[in-house]
């Protein structure tokens, strides 16, 4: 090696520790939400007759086990072989070349992630709030008849006063007696005064930056900690708790009339209607969920012990991140399907204006409500934790840091990257780059550019740059013959997948 490896780095206590730690990168918004509305999406459930998403799900696992698993062993094996942060880890394996460029895209990539996902993750904070509080319940009294009338007329597309009674008429009429009349209003009641706590959450500019702070405290008080006494902990103590209470939600729903319909979407597979779109969502989605392509599993992986097999934890880590984003997805369409609901829109927003609509049709939908965001908090937690210790790493080993001014450092530096991300949605909303707000280009940035590119080099990176003697020491538990399956997917399979996708991205023919 060419350097020296810096002194006391940390270690994981243990392999079910880095594990933890890892699933904990993983599952994070991309499972919870981004996974179900893909499905949903996909699924056809959007506009009325829903195919089902089997099909998706079936490639999804395929692209998961296939094709990132691979991607997965190769980028921790690069950590654990360096030792070092991202930067500092390709340069002690190929010193003098451009490689170290590789991990600096990790590093900014990561920190920009951090930014932005740091915003949403706050949400939940506000979100857990107002769920406790039974915030949603107050639905009735809060909207006004006027204003339903109002949105009723807009849905229809009318716009001038005088054909508004008619379009509202018209929609009476579309339901059966006075009962079903008042179960509409009153749904559509919910559903405005969802959206307009979350429009009106947006608008203001103070609790935006406020709750990207707290959350942003959180996470470094959590990274203070250090990799055992720190990160490893609250991995152990937050993802069983995160386990749990998806486990209480998926029971509750199992229950409901719509479950086994949730089931048969999910897992009964038309693939004669595959496009290759959704192909290429699919791996877009699995690289994400799995943390992959920026650096986040390479800097754990340079704190697990030589002994531990990286091939296995890879497989645990990848089966964690599946299991709860099936779940998620069961949860959200079994009550979907079980009250005949919509969800509307596509973004984010979706996960604060739709659950809680969702869950009040649940009978005791109250504290699922806050059972479902103090989980989603949890699972954002260990996410940002993972990133924040990149750049906390890099600057620990490249500038000989302490970890308290580096963590302090990069959490504040990030704080102030992310302020106009959480402005994007008040105060600088008309400020377009790129015809994006910042939060969008951010995530356009880092989703479809750095990730997809970051994995496509680490691929080639281990497959093509290590030679065998370096990659072999370190998956030595490997049987010959799935070391070279493992070595074919990392020289071919995995850049041709990447590859495609970055094609189809540059071509528009998906929009990101
Ligand atoms: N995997 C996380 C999720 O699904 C997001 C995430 C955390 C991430 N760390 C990452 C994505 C590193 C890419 C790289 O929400």
């Known amino acids: 090696m060419a350097e020296p490896r810096p002194e006391g780095r940390g270690s994981w206590g243990s392999r079910l520790g880095f594990i933890l730690a890892a699933a904990g990168s993983a599952v994070g918004l991309g499972n919870l939400w981004k996974f179900p509305y893909l499905t949903y999406r996909f699924g056809g459930a959007e506009g009325g007759e829903a195919r089902g998403a089997g099909a998706f799900v079936l490639i999804y696992l395929g692209a998961v086990f296939a094709v990132c698993v691979p991607v997965m062993v190769a980028e921790i094996l690069i950590g654990r072989r360096g030792r070092r942060n991202p930067v500092g880890s390709f340069r002690a394996i190929r010193p003098g070349t451009p490689w170290p460029w590789v991990g600096l895209l990790g590093v900014v990539g990561g920190a920009l992630i951090l930014s932005y996902y740091t915003v949403v993750a706050g949400w939940t904070l506000e979100y857990v709030g107002k769920a406790a509080t039974g915030t949603f319940s107050r639905y009735a009294e809060s909207v006004s008849d006027a204003e339903i009338r109002t949105a009723i007329c807009r849905e229809a597309g009318v716009t001038d006063d005088a054909t508004c009674p008619e379009a509202v008429r018209a929609f009476l009429d579309r339901h059966d007696g006075p009962e079903a009349r008042d179960t509409a209003l ?23 930056v406020g709750f990207l702070f707290a959350f942003m405290a959180l996470t470094a008080a959590v ?3 250090g990799v055992s006494g720190g990160i490893e902990r609250w991995n152990r103590i937050l993802m069983p708790i995160l386990i749990g209470m998806l486990a209480v939600l998926m029971v509750r729903v199992a229950t409901l009339p719509g479950a086994s319909r949730a089931v048969d979407f999910l897992f009964k597979p038309d693939l004669s209607l595959l496009s290759f779109e959704e192909v290429l969502w699919a791996l877009g989605q699995a690289f994400f969920s799995l943390s992959l392509g920026m650096g986040a599993l390479l800097t754990y992986g340079s704190y697990l012990s030589p002994r531990d097999r990286i091939s296995t934890a890879a497989l645990a880590i990848a089966g964690i991140d599946t299991l709860v984003a099936l779940s998620a997805a069961f949860v959200i369409f079994g009550a979907v399907f079980s009250y005949g609901l919509q969800m509307k829109g596509a973004g984010i927003g979706n996960l604060f204006t739709a659950i809680p609509v969702i869950f009040l049709h649940v009978p005791g939908g109250g504290p699922l409500t806050v059972l479902f965001y103090v989980l989603v908090a949890f699972a954002a937690l260990t996410s940002t934790v993972s990133l924040l210790e990149v750049a906390s790493a890099y600057l620990m080993d490249e500038r000989g840091w302490a970890r308290r001014k580096a963590v302090l450092v990069a959490a504040s530096a990030i704080f102030l990257l992310g302020v106009p991300c959480a402005l994007s949605f008040n105060v600088l909303a008309d400020l377009q780059v790129f015809g994006r707000t910042v939060f969008d280009l951010f995530d356009y ?28 020491a370190e998956v030595q538990e490997l049987h010959p013959v799935l070391y070279a399956a493992w070595l074919v997917v990392v020289r071919f399979v995995a850049p041709a997948a990447i590859l495609a996708i970055l094609v189809a991205l540059l071509l528009g023919k998906v929009s990101g």
């Open 186 to 208: 009153r749904e559509k009641k919910l559903e405005l005064y969802a959206a307009r706590l979350f429009r009106d959450f947006l608008a203001d500019p103070f609790k935006q």
């Open 223 to 225: 990274v203070l900690g």
């Open 445 to 472: 940035f880092c989703s479809n550019l750095a990730l997809p590119v970051g994995g496509l080099l680490i691929s080639v990176f281990a497959g093509w740059v290590l030679t065998d003697g370096e990659r072999r």
